[in-house]
């Protein structure tokens, strides 16, 4: 089992940045692939961006390409999304995932991020 805690999101302006955090626990963090994906109200969740268990891959949705980035830190077992440049459609609650095969199977309750023009 595991446990994704997501911390970080907020009201911010657009233009502004805010970064994410999910902490994680139970099973060993270093071998899990993670993602980062969001809804939107009326939406269907979407993804954002992933890490692979090394964080030597990385990927990201066209929408967010140049503004947001996804890293990890195995030692403290927490993956983060730094968003810059928001704008008013990055608002949605995000919710960090862990996949420990091919899939993510693991999910965090969500923080809500709201950007206002």
């Known amino acids: 089992q595991v446990q994704l805690v997501e911390s970080g999101g907020g009201l911010v302006q657009a233009g502004g940045s805010l970064r994410l955090s999910c902490a994680a626990s139970?099973?060993?963090?270093?071998?899990?692939?993670m993602g980062w994906f969001r809804q939107a109200p009326g939406k269907e969740r979407e993804f954002v961006a992933a890490?692979?268990?090394?964080?030597?891959?990385?990927s990201y949705a066209d929408s967010v390409k140049g503004r947001f980035t996804i890293s990890r830190e195995n030692a403290k077992n927490t993956v983060y999304l730094q968003m810059n440049s928001l704008k008013p459609e990055d608002t949605a609650v995000y919710y960090c995932?862990?996949?420990?095969?091919?899939?993510?199977?693991?999910w965090g309750q969500g923080t809500q991020v709201t950007v206002s023009s």
């Open positions: 995932a862990a996949a420990s095969a091919t899939y993510y199977d693991y």
């Open positions: 139970g099973r060993a963090f270093s071998r899990l692939n």
């Open positions: 890490i692979n268990w090394s964080g030597g891959m990385t």
